[in-house]
């Protein structure tokens, strides 16, 4: 059974500082996805990662996929209270983008 | 158009109750998804339709009846649900196959479902 493991589950941070939420999942697969999702919302499609080594930024946020390591990251700079929200990655363990299977989830609190 | 849209937002129901939850998307995808998310934790897949045929139903129980009348609709029909099927109800949208232009999945704003 595909796992997908996201740590940590809550991270509280202070405006301003950096920090690194990781995803392991137990199977192979060669894309990856994140989303964020604020309380009582949809998922809001972040970062699509579709090859080993892949790497992409989007203002404050970065992510990137070790497929070897079965490993993907993804790194908050000088965070922001509007970062605050829910945090999934997921993963396609088909192969064939029919079916997601999501992370634990990390929720980030930002504070002033 | 890069949504999707789900009808109604909120929903409460009897236990003895037929509803149905409707999902409309207009990007031309061909590949169309019901999850089921409880509080506090990641989505769970129930169904997906693959060119408007049913490619899988992850056991979802039968109270649960989804439906894909054309490439651009999707339903899921519900009868006598219990109070622990009360979630939220994302439907989702995405190319089917694999693709260098992968843009992934979108979302529709969900529908939340109380069931009494």
């Known amino acids: 059974e595909l796992k997908v493991e996201q740590n940590p589950l809550f991270l509280s941070m202070q405006e301003g500082k950096n920090y690194t939420i990781y995803c392991n999942y137990s199977t192979t697969s060669d894309r990856l996805y994140w989303y964020r999702q604020d309380p009582g919302k949809s998922l809001e499609s972040l970062f699509v990662?579709?090859?080993?080594?892949a790497v992409k930024q989007e203002g404050r946020l970065m992510a990137s996929l070790d497929t070897k390591a079965r490993l993907s990251t993804l790194h908050i700079t000088a965070a922001v209270h509007d970062l605050s929200a829910t945090y999934f990655c997921a993963v396609d363990p088909t192969g064939t983008a029919s079916k997601l299977t999501f992370g634990t989830g990390t929720r980030l609190q930002v504070t002033l | 158009d890069t949504e999707v849209t789900q009808t109604p937002k909120h929903l409460v129901m009897g236990m003895t109750n037929k509803k149905s939850l409707k999902c409309e998307q207009h990007?031309?995808?061909?590949?169309m998804y019901w999850y089921k998310q409880k509080a506090k934790k990641p989505p769970e897949l129930m169904f997906v339709y693959s060119y408007e045929k049913l490619s899988i139903n992850e056991s979802v129980p039968s109270r649960f009846s989804p439906e894909c009348p054309n490439s651009s609709l999707l339903n899921l029909h519900l009868h006598a649900l219990q109070p622990e099927d009360s979630a939220l109800y994302l439907c989702?949208?995405?190319?089917?196959?694999?693709?260098?232009?992968?843009?992934?999945?979108?979302f529709g704003s969900g529908t939340r479902l109380t069931v009494v």
């Open positions: 989702a949208s995405s190319q089917p196959f694999r693709d260098s232009l992968d843009y992934g999945y979108t």
């Open positions: 990007m031309g995808h061909r590949a």
């Open positions: 990662l579709l090859s080993n080594g």
